[in-house]
């Protein structure tokens, strides 16, 4: 495995980083069983783990945490906070109060000292990011963690914080992780390039963009009806009709779907890591079997015709909306305001 720099922080990860997400109740109930991908994992040589402490409501740092027993020191450890744990409203968010409450949450569960990389999970309008930059800074200072991340920020929210972190002279973002797969690469239009501008490292997350690029889900086919009809970027027509055009593709290139994907989202040179999500030992064997495969340019050209540079197809249902592509008040004048002048 060949183990990249993270941004200009000096540590060397791996350019797969495994996902916890599917640990728990919302995909692999059995902790034993969940140890072991994670351990199989380690053995192959991925040292960077990521997870969150919403996933599961907490379930997969707890099963992290005990996984990684006698073996902390070997792993690049990642977690995230911001998303409700609980119907407090106070607990959630990126405010310094809660953030100084859930990162002793997040200890506890993952049974260590130290956490590796804190990412704030979603950005939080509600909050001043030099609230939430201070807050972090004092983590890193007690030594409770060792760097700082965001993720899903857009890249004028990367430039503020690092401006922010500069001017307060606070510990700044070290990390971002967005979105990234053939069929959604908008991040390579503005935060890739800011954030190599600013040397941060990347972990991409969905780079099989949640199953679509496995070939399991085609037009007219999907099996999954349950995933379907929960998520439905799984039904959008164009990113169906995109995978119909990426499969043969793969078939010309001898490779199966899951290897072309993920050799895909860690070609560009913005990217230190993709994230895989796992659920069973099997999936993470299929994982791993690609991990060396690299794309010729040929086959890249060819995918840039499917899908064209810095262009979504369709989006996530779980990627970040801003406040104003939410919240109609935002895009629009109150009606007494509208008349033209």
């Known amino acids: 495995m060949q183990y990249r720099t993270l941004g200009r922080t000096g540590i060397k990860v791996s350019p797969y980083a495994l996902g916890a997400m599917m640990f728990g109740a919302i ?6 069983d969940s140890i072991r991908i994670i351990h199989r994992a380690l053995d192959a040589g991925i040292n960077f783990v990521d997870t969150a402490d919403a996933y599961a409501h907490g379930e997969s740092e707890e099963i992290v945490g005990k996984a990684l027993k006698g073996r902390r020191g070997d792993v690049v450890l990642a977690t995230k906070l911001h998303l409700p744990m609980g ?3 106070n607990q959630r968010g990126n405010s310094r109060r809660w953030i100084m409450t859930e990162v002793e949450n997040s200890l506890r569960r993952l049974q260590t000292d130290h956490i590796d990389l804190y990412q704030i999970h979603r950005p939080d309008p509600d909050t001043d990011i030099e609230e939430t930059l201070s807050a972090l800074s004092d983590l890193i200072h007690s030594g409770k963690v060792r760097a700082i991340g965001s993720s899903t920020m857009p ?3 990367i430039i503020e914080a690092q401006w922010v972190a500069e001017r307060r002279g606070l510990e700044r973002f070290r990390t971002e992780q967005p979105t990234y797969s053939i069929l959604n690469r908008g991040i390579e239009t503005e935060v890739l390039p800011v954030a190599q501008r600013y040397g ?3 972990m991409v997350w ?3 963009a949640q199953g679509m690029l496995t070939g399991r889900i085609r037009k007219g086919q999907q099996t999954d009806l349950r995933r379907a009809a929960y998520f439905k970027h799984l039904s959008d027509e164009r990113r169906l009709d995109a995978v119909e055009q990426i499969i043969p593709l793969a078939e010309e290139a001898g490779l ?3 290897h072309l994907a993920m050799a895909f989202a860690i070609t560009h040179p913005g990217v230190t890591s993709a994230i895989i999500g796992p659920r069973t030992m099997e ?3 299929d994982l791993l079997a690609g991990v060396d495969v690299t794309l010729t340019d040929e086959i890249l050209d060819r995918i840039d015709e499917i899908v064209p540079p810095g262009t979504d197809v369709g989006t996530l249902d779980m990627a970040y909306l801003p406040p104003a592509l939410q919240r109609s008040n935002l ?3 109150p009606v007494n305001e509208r008349s033209a002048a």
């Open 27 to 32: 995909g692999n109930p059995d902790h034993d």
């Open 87 to 89: 119907d407090d409203p």
């Open 155 to 157: 890249a004028s929210d």
């Open 200 to 202: 941060m490292g990347t």
């Open 206 to 208: 969905s780079p099989l």
């Open 256 to 258: 199966p779907m899951t």
């Open 283 to 285: 999936q993470l064997d």
């Open 331 to 333: 895009r629009r004048r």
